[in-house]
């Protein structure tokens, strides 16, 4: 019990030029995904930023009455160069008004998490934001039909958490928290910077892409670009508040 409360009372000093960094190799990487080397090293770095789009979708989907099927991160380079799937959720909404939400929900929710990871900083409970991830993590792997590779990682996390606990070196504990939070926060500013160009270049592209955006159209009959003006503002804005929060004293 102390040292869960020790965990929980931790707090990290956070350096954003580590978190800059991340987010800038996180975009170098997904630009160049394509070769040979960055098609591995993409997919452990968004593999974070996946989860999170694809748990939005089933967030908004719950908070608009429907009902979760599945959750996919594909994992594999050949299957996301055939496919252009990074990751997809399955899910059943009521309505087409619940079918939107649901939509809605996949590019709002990088930015949300973001926030929250400064806000649990600023309040000195970044544990809290890290068992947050845990949590979603543990939901993924019950719903997910591909259970391998969240398996491999679950064994991995039980095993680095038993060495902690075992060895009762607080130091480590604290500087895995530390990198974890840097790396998270990191690859989250990589997503919401780089998914703001993603969304501007299908908004305007004038080859047929089916994605949120034309799946929202669809579904409302409202112009796509009303979608993407909402998405982009939301991760400006959010930026934004971390400059000011963290630049501007």
Known sequence: MTKLQTFFSSSIQLNLYWVAIIGLIYIFIHTYRNKSLNQILDIYLNYIPVLTHEFGHILFNKISGGKAKDL?????PSERLETGQQGFAITQSKSRLGQAITT??????PPIMLFLGFLAITFHYPSLFITAYLAIFIYFLILTSRKILPILIVIILIALLYFLFQ?????MMHYIVTLSYHFILG???GEVLQSSWTIFKLTFSNQTVTWD???????THIPTFCFSIIWIAI??????QLCATFFVK
């Open 72 to 76: 996919v991160i594909v994992s594999r």
């Open 167 to 171: 060895s009762d070196n607080q130091f």
């Open 213 to 219: 955006g034309t799946t929202l159209k669809s579904l």
């Open 235 to 240: 991760n400006i804005f959010t930026v934004y």
């Open 187 to 189: 690859v989250l500013l």
């Open 104 to 109: 809605f929900g996949g590019y709002v929710m």
